[in-house]
């Protein structure tokens, strides 16, 4: 079992991007390019944007103006990243199983309210759903796929409350065991993202 991050190594987010962690989902999608993931989210094209802030900023300006959900997207590696502040998409499985045919989709979202999502799905189905604060709760075709991977990164099991739990942290960490893709500082900071925009 090489697990090469822990809940650990994403503390950065939080502190780095405190308005995109109160509400956000991520997404990671193999092998398709963004306006591919926009086409499967039945979306239309918005202006670029660099950068997570600026990103938040938009999305959070697009949602007072209709029902539909900014989507931030970039290729990373073999990979598409979506990012969406204050949504939930990617973890929706109405939404995201279709999407994800013929291949791999991975996505964990958290709001301010507690609620919070880990999905993945390939081709259509979903292999592992669950709720961050409550990894006991798993369901999918391969609920224990990676629970060793689970406890290695930093999710609680068991009645005892922890000193310090990260549950959103350990979501980050474990998308990276599952896809290789790491998200870090720099790539939230820097990058330019071609935006589009579907319904919520």
């Not at 950065?12 to 962690?21: N, S, T």
């Not at 709760?137 to 099991?157: C, E, K, N, Y």
């Not at 474990?174 to 720099?186: D, Q, S």
Request: glycine share 8%; hydrophobic share 45%.
């Amino acid at each position: 079992m090489n697990v090469t991050s822990t809940a650990a190594d994403y503390l950065w987010f939080e502190e780095d991007f405190p308005d995109l962690a109160e509400a956000y989902c991520l997404s990671l999608v193999r092998g398709l390019a963004p306006a591919e993931v926009l086409r499967r989210l039945d979306g239309r094209p918005e202006p670029s944007l660099t950068g997570a802030e600026a990103v938040t900023e938009a999305a959070f300006e697009h949602q007072r103006g209709d029902d539909r959900q900014l989507l931030a997207m970039a290729s990373v590696g073999d990979w598409t990243l979506v990012v969406e502040p204050n949504g939930y998409l990617g973890v929706s499985e109405e939404r995201a199983l279709p999407a994800s045919a013929g291949t791999t989709w991975i996505a964990h979202f958290a709001n301010i309210n507690g609620a919070d999502a880990f999905l993945w799905a390939e081709d259509t189905v979903a292999r592992l759903s669950f709720e961050p604060l409550f990894p006991g709760g798993r369901w999918g075709a391969t609920p224990d796929a990676v629970l060793d991977a689970m406890h290695l990164v930093g999710f609680h099991f068991g009645e005892d409350e922890p000193e310090e739990y990260l549950p959103g942290e350990a979501a980050f960490a474990l998308a990276e065991h599952v896809t290789g893709v790491a998200i870090t500082p720099e790539l939230l900071r820097e990058t330019a993202f071609t935006c589009g925009s579907a319904k919520v």
